[in-house]
């Protein structure tokens, strides 16, 4: 009885006149194609068992919640930048092969009769103190090494100099109280009162003024330099440092290092204009220890320059080199969560005032939950993927903004539907809301989901992972939205409570606007708001590609926190004002014979190294090779290296050649090791250069002492710097170099290749390259990304829209809607780090919903003509498209409270792109439409049964 209620009143619909003309809001029921059919069934079955429906899914979530809970364990956040790193380049592969050959437990770096271990270890049931009062062996802090935690002071009034009397005492009485004692701060007041031979609170202008004639004085001693063993320029007044002529009271103590090298800024006495003496910026030290006491350290931090003043009277605390700043950010990543929570709150309370139910607002909020859960399920047991980075926790505020849009369109079709068929059976009002809700949330829902699972083929680990999680949370969110939202519709209509809203206050406000004000607003300024939005396009694609560009980092740290934290503004401020922090290494050098530059370890896993490869047929014996390495390592020496070093290791052809050509002395001498002829006889050679060469240089040795790889180290010019252009500049003026010399060798070599060698140890490994690899790659992959994405977007919605014009519009208005929003970020600063990567490449999937929300009711309107069309989807869309860019708008305007760096930018992200999306597919798309639509079912594409 009840089907046939359902045909007669689907029937009913079918017969009634053209009501299109006279209210755009009516839905008309159109002839049921085969899917059709499958969504009024799904739908009948779905408003008859809403119950089932509901409770299958709360059960279904919460099991697959406690088995990915078992059977993985929870992620964890402490370091942060774990993932940050390429995989699948040509410096990756180097460097896990690298890593794995100094790894191998098989192969060793010195002859079978010598004990020689290739990594550090350490004892695992060993007790190591974390605290200074734990510590027996605690190791005091030295100044003049630069290991000692420091703080920048400068006066409140900032360009106010800091050598005056009283803001010397007030340096020196700066006390730091922690949870194991008092610490009072060494200034440059200390030591100008060892100076004077007075204390610091009996300093006046003339002791002042006597210390600063005495570090005049002693400058241009400072200034000289000398050359260390490690081949480094070090001043003559380094504690280490050993220079002639330098007189006693410059080296006494080694205050005058102390003070011009490490508290005063490089403005104060430069090389060449010592009358500078005014001093701005001053370090002071804290006698702590930067790895025994980081404990002590957070607690400082917290207590004195976090929360609370930094301003201590009339100087204040502007940097701090504590060197916890990512283990402060793992503690505030999950503080921060509370803005993310409140925004969650908001747009709750929205949907709820929205929909005037508490039962539809409750339901959307666990939408959310149980899809970040979903996926959590599918990412960690389905997929297997055991690494999950702290980019994922970013998902969650993503998906507040897309769950938030997606129960906004199907409650407002839900009205109009109960409007329209008001008496019917909630089945037949089901029906009428799934047809337009479900087309135009899985278009929507194709095409996020496909922007970030394009994310997915980055080289980066984190942005892979962060794309697989985020992709599939918009998977799991739509299957939510058409089976548990429309259940709890169903049951706040049987028995939910509405309340008042705002339409009911001002019963013809929203209609006005949606059938009057917005239309008159597109059509009557169409032609400008056409060629505006076509020029921010344009204006957006030049700044993109043309100036100033995706720009590549131009800072040498990543920052975490935002910029106004006084740990951020040490590293972005204060660290380059400091002579100390000039300190820098040569780089080293490596060519590797017989390792294969390959990485064979899981891709999604940075904890996954791979297994050592070695080249097959590697035999540094035979003849051609000991010629070829005798010639290479002559061209190494008389390449640009470091003058003051030789190489390293691995070049000892030259050192056995001399051994083995001089005349045998006695008949004690082996015959095969003195007076042979070079190149000597492979097996004469193998069998003398244990006695020759007692430390191998360079040789990985087996267990059978036979030599699997080659490693010639040497020492080059270049300095390591976390800067782009200079690691740029050092890789590939070394690459050139090796493709140049690296040519005719010998087959028993095989294919030898450069790297910077670092330390490897058990867990963990500190290569040279591996920030700039990720630079490198995060320049090269993320326009790929972008153009990527959009190529999917734009293939998801001419497949699913299936009309030619209405996809190219969209498609227009989702280009400029990135190129405006891109382009902006990077005119407010934005560069190609890797959290500005992530949300550039993300631009595609918060871009497209509003134009696609439009361009499926443009195309469901059963009226033909272009206005009508155009009216309609204005209608049905507008209102419920403004809350949802409201509510997005509102969570990044919250996000902006946060400390950590991630959800500040996301929020600036969402606000933008919320504002600029809301404007390109409400004024542009539509105008657009109303100028050349389609009309009729002209440029739809047509599937052959």
Known sequence: MEMSDQVKETDEMKSQPDAESHSPNVIVATKPSRMSKVMDKYSDWLSRFYWLVLLLIFLLVVILCVLSVVLRDLPGFEDPIKGFEPRGTVI??????????????????????????????????????????????????SIE??????????????????????NLKELCSVEI?????????????????????????SLDESDIENGLNELQFCAPYYYKTTTDVEGKDRSCLHPNSYCDNIPETCKSDNIVFIIIHMMVGKEFMPDGDLDKKKLYNSMAFIELNFYDDEEELIDIYKDYFDKSSRAFSNIQAVGLNFHIKYDVFSEYLFFDTIYL????????????????SPLIALAAFLNMIFSLTLAYFFYTIVFNLNFFPFLNVSTA?????????????????????????????????????????????????????????????????????????AGTSIIANFLLTISWLPA???????????????????????????????PKAVIKPRFIWTALFTGLA???????FVAPGLQKPTSSEFQVFKSDDILEQYDLVYKNLFRFEEQGYSLPGAVLFGLQAIDNGKKWDPDDTGTVSYQSGFNIWAEDSQKWLQQFCQRLEDFNLDDSLDITNGCFIDSVKAYMEQPCESSDDNALCCNQTFPFSPENLKSCLPNILPDPYGLHLNQEDEVVVLEIRFSTKSYFSMEYTVMDTFWKEMEQWMQQNLVNVPKNLGEPWFIPPFYVGQTDYYDYLNFYDLQDSLARSTPIAIVTSIAVASLVLIFTQRNVLIALYSICSLSGTIFATIGSLILLGWELNILESVTFSITVGLSVDFTIHYGVAYLLCRNSDRESRMRYSIK???????????????VGAFMMAATVLVYRQLGTFLMIVMAISWLFSTLFFQSLCYLIGPQGSKFKLQCSK
């Open 92 to 141: 990756k592969d180097r460097t896990l092969s690298y890593v794995n050959l100094k790894r191998d437990p098989l192969v060793r770096e010195s002859w079978s009769n010598v004990e020689y271990n290739t990594v550090d270890s350490f004892d695992s049931n060993a007790s190591y103190p974390r605290s200074r009062r734990d510590n027996f062996y605690y190791y005091k802090c």
């Open 145 to 166: 090494d630069a290991d000692c935690p420091g703080i920048v002071f400068t006066h409140i009034n900032d360009r106010e100099d800091l050598l005056t009397p009283s």
């Open 177 to 201: 109280t922690g949870s194991s004692g008092i610490y009072k701060v060494k200034s440059i007041g200390n030591y100008l009162a060892q100076f004077a031979n007075k204390s610091c609170s």
């Open 341 to 356: 929570g409140i925004a969650a709150i908001f747009v709750i309370i929205l949907i709820c005032f929205y929909t005037r």
């Open 397 to 469: 505020l993503l998906l507040v903004a897309i769950g938030a849009d997606d129960t906004f369109i199907f409650c407002d079709l839900w009205d109009d539907a109960s409007k329209m068929l008001s008496g019917s059976p909630l089945n037949i009002i089901l029906r009428e809301t799934m047809r337009h809700a479900t087309v135009t949330m899985l278009v929507t829902s194709l095409t996020t989901a496909a922007a970030f699972y394009a994310s997915a083929f980055s080289p980066i680990i984190a942005i892979r992972c962060f794309g697989v999680y």
């Open 488 to 518: 709890a519709v169903i049951l706040n209509a049987k028995f939910g409570c509405n309340f008042c809203s705002l339409s009911k206050f001002c019963p013809d406000l929203l209609d006005n606007i949606a059938t009057s004000l917005l």
């Open 538 to 544: 344009v204006a957006g694609g030049i700044v993109i």
């Open 876 to 890: 049905t869309m507008a209102l419920a498209i403004a809350f949802a860019a409201f509510s997005t708008f509102s």
